[in-house]
Antibody, heavy 115, light 107 residues
């Protein structure tokens, strides 16, 4: 069974770049779509973007200018970078695999933007 | 951009009740619509994909219907473990959009 684990700094300063890594175990990342989704405290789900294992990607138009998602098939990892962060980017960030829908989720990691 | 609305935003019902949540897309999305359950403190879980297909292992009391712009999610007999927030999500034109969610409580 596939497992996803998000990792990265839990605290990021305003105007800096948030960088997270998702390590996938139990299956290859090849031939799947992988997505990042976030949830601000007490709020709903917001799709950030997704990437296919070949590298083709699609991003939320509202975040597109600040977001980059990449894959490293040799390490079985997916990465997220979000630049110029503000307090509004404070959220639990989930990585997930897309099969029939968003089928397999990581546990999520809380990232707080604060000085 | 496609916008998703859900109603109601919250509801309380008794164990055994039939619960219905509606989701509306701002434009035609065919059947590109999924439903998720998120229990407090947990990651969401896929329940229904392609508007009406039950994900493997999901109890049959959950169901979905609809196409185009109007969709319905139903719990036929509410159970205590169904306390959660339910989200619809569209995936038309390579963009995902989640609805705002419906919080379901036990009365």
């Amino acid at each position: 069974q596939v497992q996803l684990q998000e990792s990265g700094p839990g605290l990021v300063k305003p105007s800096e770049t948030l960088a997270l890594t998702c390590t996938v175990s139990g299956d290859s990342i090849s031939n799947y779509y992988w997505t990042w989704i976030r949830q601000s405290p007490g709020k709903g789900l917001e799709w950030i973007g997704y990437i296919y294992s070949s590298g083709s990607s699609s991003y939320n138009p509202s975040l597109k200018s600040r977001v980059s998602i990449s894959v490293d098939t040799s390490k079985n990892q997916i990465s997220l970078k979000l630049s110029s962060v503000t307090a509004a980017d404070t959220a639990v960030y989930y990585c997930a695999r897309v099969v029939r829908g968003v089928t397999d989720w990581g546990q999520g990691t809380l990232v707080t933007v604060s000085s | 951009d496609i916008q998703m609305t859900q109603s109601p935003s919250s509801l309380s019902a008794s164990v055994g009740d039939r619960v219905t949540v509606t989701c509306q897309a701002s434009q035609d999305i065919s059947d590109y619509l999924n439903w998720y359950q998120q229990r407090p403190g947990k990651a969401p879980k896929l329940l229904i994909y392609d508007a009406s297909i039950l994900e493997t292992g999901v109890p049959s009391r959950f169901s979905g219907s609809g196409s185009g712009t109007d969709f319905t999610f139903t719990i036929s007999s509410l159970q205590p473990e169904d306390i959660a927030t339910y989200y619809c999500q569209q995936y038309d034109r390579l963009i995902f959009t989640f609805g705002p969610g419906t919080k379901v409580d036990i009365k």
